[in-house]
């Protein structure tokens, strides 16, 4: 069985001289395309701002970064000026990072989703953030961490989306939530700080192919567990009666929602039941039994308001954040059938309630 065992190599051997490169291409003669940012740039034109690896200044680890930026009336056309300007072929297939400006979020983005939703050199693993001020803005910021702006920006989008599947942002995520009756998705919302340097600060909420809100750092936590039903990653701070702060945060929790539908008007209701906990209490205070319970009153008290807060805010703008058309899809398929044309004005005259359960443990204090 040698002489198989010697043909087997050799044939092997053969095949490896007919082996190419990555798209035929080689690396010297292609320029990596690394993130793309789209802004508004006045009357029905966009500017597209690309980022790619510099290796003429690139020291081992010392990675370095070239910016070019293209207009046109389409995403295709300023990629073409783009390439104009590049000394070398542009390839997308690693692209990583997709960032929108705000003012250009906030108008129709449909076309930009089809063009990265069918183009056959991007990956489904494309990451896409919304921008304050601009995307050109984010890709010049600081980043004392990463020399690359895409590697940087991405991983703190990628820490943000550990907290919630929602906020997800990525396009297979992106998809799903474009193609859901509620057209509703969210995406990581990114802005500079006072140090001019990127932090996540909230989730744009883009719904029928636009972004229709920013909602704050603060508020993404009530959005995440009504979107999502799951409470967890949830801080409180009460003060009772004696203005005595305590800080404390929710370290398990369950989410159920009930929806019925009378006289042609929709009731949904939250009821939330967890386990928090207190991490920080003012020295002067002794914990009771009494006393902690009325922690947990207030506690709870606290939560619907601010929950009530919120619902109430989307109710205003008839935006069904919630994904309460998803719902009412799968469970009073028929009624919604009958409501879709009209469903923003139906949310708003929603009948949307929270029950909070909360039970306090590890609370210090002695039985």
Avoid at 60 to 66: A, D, F, P
Avoid at 284 to 313: D, G, V, W, Y
Avoid at 320 to 331: I, M, Q, Y
Avoid at 353 to 358: F, G, T, V, W
Wanted: charge should be positive; include cysteine; aromatic fraction near 8%.
């Amino acid at each position: 069985m040698n002489w198989l065992r010697n043909f087997t190599c050799l044939l092997t051997l053969m095949m490896t001289l007919f082996l190419t490169g990555c798209d035929y291409q080689e690396i010297d003669s292609i320029n990596t395309l690394l993130v793309i940012g789209i802004d508004q740039h006045g009357k029905g034109e966009i500017r597209v701002t690309a980022e790619i690896p510099d290796y003429s200044k690139s020291k081992g680890k010392q990675q370095k970064s070239l910016t070019l930026e293209g207009i046109g009336k389409s995403i295709e056309e300023a990629e073409k000026n783009i390439q104009f300007r590049s000394p070398k072929e542009l390839y997308l297939a690693h692209t990583t990072l997709l960032l929108l400006g705000a003012d250009f979020a906030k108008r129709d983005i449909s076309g930009v989703l089809d063009y990265f939703e069918r183009g056959r050199f991007f990956r489904p693993t494309i990451y896409m953030a919304v921008c304050q001020p601009s995307a050109k803005s984010m890709l010049s910021a600081n980043l004392n961490s990463e020399a690359i702006h895409a590697f940087g920006i991405r991983d703190l989008i990628n820490n943000t989306t550990k907290i919630s599947r929602t906020v997800t942002s990525d396009m297979i995520h992106i998809m799903r939530g474009e193609y859901s009756p509620s057209g509703t998705f969210g995406i990581a919302a990114l802005k500079l700080d006072t140090e001019e340097e990127p932090e996540v600060a909230g989730v744009g909420l883009i719904q029928n192919q636009h972004m229709v809100r920013w909602i704050s750092s603060k508020d993404v936590p009530y959005w995440i567990l009504m979107h999502e039903r799951r409470l967890d990653n949830l801080n409180f701070s009460v003060t009772n009666a004696s203005h005595q702060k305590i800080n404390g945060r929710i370290i398990w929790g369950r989410v159920t929602l009930t929806t019925r539908w009378r006289n042609g008007k929709l009731t949904a209701v939250y009821k939330v039941r967890g386990s928090g906990q207190i991490d920080e209490l003012s020295h002067e205070m002794q914990l009771t039994p009494k006393k902690l319970a009325n922690i947990e009153r207030e506690l709870n008290q606290a939560f619907n308001k601010k929950s009530h807060k919120f619902i109430q805010s989307l109710q205003a703008s008839q935006i069904d954040g919630l994904g309460l058309a998803d719902e009412c899809f799968r469970k009073h398929h028929s009624t919604y059938q009958s409501l879709k044309n009209s469903w923003g004005e139906v949310f708003s005259q929603a009948n949307i309630q929270c029950e909070y359960h909360i039970h306090l443990i590890r609370s210090g204090m002695k039985k």
